[in-house]
């Protein structure tokens, strides 16, 4: 376990120490002491009925997972219910059924939460296809990609998830972190269960050409 | 097999950090090796770009998008060191800038070029260093404002991420419980503007941004300062219902007309009639204020309205509440 005094933090969080002009004040760095705490742990207390870190645990994802799925959901699949809906949903599920899997560290959480997201998502697109379609509504729906398929393209999108799945676990949750979900390299570590950015960095550089390898294998010549 | 594994490993690198690949330059130089790995590599690098800024392409995900210096671009401001253009409008030009002061990046806003009367120019400093008490989560943080080389200027924090407008290109429009949120943050973000006696003028969804973390951001407050139309209170109400009228019908709403209900028959009846109040073509039936907006979409999304606080505390009281009732549960 890695103490915060071996990360190397970014350039906003010593901004209060440098001011010097009476018209620059700095904003305040958005750290505060929920982000010494894992996911894990604060999973963990979630579930014994902690709604102080149920919050911070919400605070930490839902505005990522709400972007990303966002993304991934066509607009003629969203209907009544809004990617907020559906990411809160899968998140109350994962929290709930985490009593028997047991995370090691963030990472594997990420991964699980990911999964579960990506299934809801498909699961939206499924009902959203199969429902019968209302003469009113504006979004008809014309089956058309999600904005990240139309952006990537579909077969690219398969190979890459398909890729994805092949990599070992710890591969597949530097990707996620860094790469689906975008978190800053401090957290990567933290997930990752590294014991500085330097190495966090590494561990992301490898998975991403074990990745390129494994989506390679599956390109139609 | 890898033929140059430096060359993939060194792109991966990059890709990774979230810097901008050459990837015709690698093409030139490296043709014919790896091509394989290089091009999936390619792949994965859009789809992080995708998943930071709903763009892919975009050249640096990790940066704001700057122009290539231009011959007519100042380079030191004040004691900024002006590093690229990232727009210019009406209002003024943006750079991004680095604050020797402060030892990080900024964005900075200047005047436009041209002669003024004095009291404009003495007027808008007075109202930036204004702005830069103003402190709110969904507010851009303005650092400083000064006058120098002849332009009043400020610099704020440089937000990472799109625009709203960049979001209903790329994703469609918005769902009602998704547009609520936003306002909510918007309404949050006005009245601590409000507060301070200064009107924003300029509510767009080309003003506001998602940051990289889903964090709703109002943006240019100096809009107005820098030459627009005078505006009112009232009128920063009917902008923000003219954004959620946008953000779920991608159309402007055309004064005078309330037809939001016909373009989105599935849009719940308490979420159009608010959007529709804000619309109002009288000035003295919209809401009051941005903080009784605020209180009524709160009440539409089961959030707990800041009420004047300074700091929004738990503002995911929804998610939470719905969650933790769950867990008491124990079913599904």
Same mark, same amino acid.
Request: charged letters at 25%; aromatic letters at 6%; a neutral charge.
């Given at each position: 376990m890695m103490t915060a005094a071996t990360l190397t933090l970014g350039p906003g969080t010593f901004m209060a120490d440098?001011?010097?002009?009476?018209?620059?004040?700095?904003?305040?760095?958005?750290?505060?002491?929920?982000?010494?705490?894992?996911?894990?742990?604060?999973? *963990?207390?979630?579930?014994?009925? !902690? &709604? &102080?870190?149920?919050? &911070?645990?919400?605070?930490?994802?839902?505005?990522r997972l709400q972007r990303w799925a966002h993304g991934r959901l066509p607009p003629w699949a969203r209907g009544a219910l809004d990617?907020? #809906?559906?990411?809160? !949903?899968?998140?109350?599920?994962?929290?709930?059924?985490?009593?028997?899997?047991?995370?090691?560290?963030?990472? *594997?959480?990420?991964?699980y939460l990911h999964q579960s997201l990506?299934?809801?998502?498909? #699961?939206?697109?499924?009902?959203?296809? %199969?429902?019968?379609? !209302?003469?009113?509504?504006?979004? %008809?729906? !014309?089956?058309?990609?999600?904005?990240?398929?139309?952006?990537?393209?579909?077969?690219?999108?398969?190979?890459?998830?398909?890729?994805?799945? %092949?990599?070992?676990?710890? &591969?597949?949750?530097?990707?996620?972190?860094?790469?689906?979900?975008?978190?800053?390299?401090?957290?990567?570590?933290?997930?990752?269960?590294?014991?500085?950015?330097? *190495?966090?960095?590494?561990?992301?550089?490898r998975a991403l050409v074990k990745l390129a390898k494994e989506m390679a294998l599956d390109r139609k010549p | 097999m890898t033929e140059n594994p430096d060359l993939v490993s060194t792109v991966a690198a990059s890709i990774s950090d979230g810097l901008a690949v050459e990837w015709e330059r690698i093409a030139e130089q490296f043709a014919g090796e790896d091509d394989d790995l290089l091009a999936e590599l390619k792949i994965v690098e859009q789809i992080a770009r995708f998943h930071q800024t709903g763009l892919p392409g975009a050249p640096d995900a990790s940066s704001i998008y700057v122009r290539p210096a231009h011959r007519s671009q100042p380079k030191i401001w004040a004691h900024l060191l002006i590093l690229g253009r990232i727009e210019s409008g009406p209002s003024g030009e943006l750079y991004l800038a680095h604050d020797t002061k402060l030892r990080c990046d900024v964005a900075l806003k200047l005047m436009p070029e041209g002669r003024?009367?004095? =009291?404009?120019?003495?007027?808008? $400093?007075?109202?930036?260093?204004? @702005?830069?008490?103003?402190?709110? /989560?969904? $507010?851009?943080?303005v650092f400083g404002a000064a006058e120098a080389s002849g332009r009043v200027g400020l610099w704020m924090e440089p937000v990472r991420g799109i625009t709203l407008?960049?979001?209903?290109?790329?994703?469609?429009?918005?769902?009602?419980?998704?547009?609520?949120?936003?306002? +909510?943050?918007?309404?949050?973000?006005?009245?601590a503007v409000h507060r301070e006696?200064?009107?924003?003028?300029?509510? /767009?969804?080309?003003?506001?941004?998602?940051?990289?973390?889903?964090?709703?951001? @109002?943006?240019?407050?100096?809009?107005?300062?820098?030459?627009?139309?005078?505006?009112?209170?009232?009128?920063?109400?009917?902008?923000?219902?003219?954004? $959620?009228?946008?953000?779920? /019908?991608?159309?402007?709403?055309?004064?005078?007309?309330?037809? +939001?209900?016909? @373009?989105?028959?599935? @849009?719940?009846?308490?979420?159009a009639s608010i959007v529709e109040r804000a619309l109002d073509a009288d000035p003295r039936r919209r809401f009051p204020?941005? =903080?009784?907006?605020?209180?009524?979409?709160?009440g539409l999304v089961g959030a707990v309205a800041e009420q004047g606080s300074r700091h929004p505390g738990r503002m995911l009281s929804t998610a939470v509440k719905r969650i933790a009732a769950r867990l008491r549960r124990g079913g599904p």
């Open positions: 440098h001011v010097s002009s009476p018209t620059a004040t700095p904003g305040a760095p958005q750290a505060n002491a929920a982000n010494a705490l894992t996911s894990v742990e604060l999973l *963990a207390r979630a579930r014994a009925g !902690d &709604d &102080d870190a149920l919050n &911070d645990l919400c605070a930490r994802y839902l505005p990617t907020h #809906d559906i990411v809160q !949903d899968t998140l109350a599920q994962v929290v709930q059924r985490l009593g028997s899997f047991e995370p090691r560290h963030d990472g *594997a959480f990420q991964a990506l299934n809801r998502v498909r #699961d939206q697109i499924r009902w959203a296809q %199969r429902r019968p379609t !209302d003469a009113l509504a504006t979004d %008809r729906p !014309d089956e058309g990609p999600s904005p990240f398929e139309a952006a990537i393209g579909s077969e690219a999108v398969a190979r890459y998830e398909a890729a994805l799945l %092949r990599l070992k676990a710890a &591969d597949r949750e530097a990707i996620i972190a860094r790469i689906e979900l975008g978190l800053p390299y401090p957290d990567v570590a933290r997930a990752l269960g590294k014991p500085t950015v330097a *190495a966090a960095h590494v561990a992301v550089s | 003024y009367p004095a =009291g404009d120019a003495a007027r808008a $400093l007075k109202e930036a260093q204004h @702005l830069t008490r103003i402190r709110h /989560t969904n $507010l851009v943080t407008d960049e979001a209903l290109k790329q994703h469609g429009t918005f769902g009602p419980r998704d547009a609520a949120h936003i306002g +909510l943050d918007v309404c949050r973000a006005v009245a006696g200064i009107v924003h003028g300029d509510i /767009t969804a080309r003003n506001v941004m998602r940051d990289e973390s889903g964090r709703t951001v @109002l943006m240019d407050c100096a809009g107005r300062m820098f030459g627009g139309l005078p505006r009112t209170r009232s009128d920063d109400i009917y902008g923000i219902g003219a954004l $959620l009228f946008h953000l779920v /019908t991608n159309r402007y709403p055309v004064e005078g007309r309330t037809y +939001l209900r016909a @373009l989105r028959p599935d @849009l719940p009846d308490d979420f204020g941005a =903080g009784a907006f605020e209180v009524s979409l709160a």
